[in-house]
């Protein structure tokens, strides 16, 4: 098994580590603000009210991409 995680974009190979949060991390299609458009963004990280989330992640240190999964 290979499990090497290149990156989409310059194919470097990713550096594995974690993204921590102690705030919620949200998507939206839209540039807008989310407040003005309540209800079209997705939680992708809820608030850590007592801990603080650690989500695995892959980076690559040459495009600054990072990439996590979120479920
Ligand atoms: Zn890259």
Redesign the pocket.
Known sequence: MNDTVR??????E?RQGYIFSSRRICWSESADSIFADFGSEEVLIDDAIFKISKIPAFR????N?VIFKHK
């Open positions: 990156c989409p974009e310059c194919c470097n990713l690559c240190e040459k495009c991409l």
